[in-house]
C-alpha cells in the first residue's frame, strides 16, 4: 500500500509565498516522476510542474519563473515552492507520482489535495 500525504497549502496576501510538500510512503520501489496539478472550482485539473527522476523540470508558463520544483529521493518527497503569488493560482493544488509499488506494479498516485488561497 502506498499513501501521499500533503501538506503546507494556506491563506496567503498576494506576493506571498508558500511551499508545497507531499511525501510518499508504504511499500515503494521506484519513484519516477513527481509532479504537481491545480484545479480550481469549475475549473479542470490542469499539470503545475513536474519533475523525472533525473531531475527535468517542465513547468505551465503561468508559473514558470515564480514556482520550483523538487524532489528529495531519500525521503520520497517532493515540493513545490511557489512565490509571488497571485490570486489566480487559488486552487486546490494535487501532486501526482508516478512508481513503482513492491509486488504492485507500477501506478499513478494521487495526494489528498491542500487548499492555496491567495486573497487580500
Known amino acids: 500500500q502506498v499513501q501521499l500525504v500533503e501538506s503546507g497549502g494556506g491563506l496567503v496576501q498576494p506576493g506571498g509565498s508558500l511551499r508545497l510538500s507531499c511525501a510518499a510512503s508504504?511499500?515503494?520501489?521506484?519513484?519516477?516522476?513527481m509532479g504537481w496539478y491545480r484545479q480550481a472550482p469549475g475549473n479542470q485539473r490542469d499539470l503545475v510542474a513536474s519533475?523525472?527522476?533525473?531531475?527535468?523540470?517542465n513547468y505551465a508558463d503561468s508559473v514558470k519563473g515564480r514556482f520550483t520544483i523538487s524532489r528529495d529521493n531519500a525521503k520520497n518527497t517532493v515540493y513545490l515552492q511557489m512565490n509571488s503569488l497571485k490570486p489566480e493560482d487559488t486552487a486546490v493544488y494535487y501532486c501526482?507520482?508516478?512508481?513503482?509499488?513492491?509486488?504492485?506494479?507500477?501506478?499513478?498516485?494521487w495526494g489528498q489535495g491542500t487548499q492555496v488561497t491567495v486573497s487580500s
Open positions: 501526482n507520482v508516478d512508481l513503482r509499488g513492491r509486488g504492485t506494479g507500477r501506478n499513478i498516485y
Open positions: 519533475i523525472t527522476s533525473m531531475s527535468s523540470r
Open positions: 508504504g511499500s515503494i520501489f521506484s519513484i519516477y516522476n
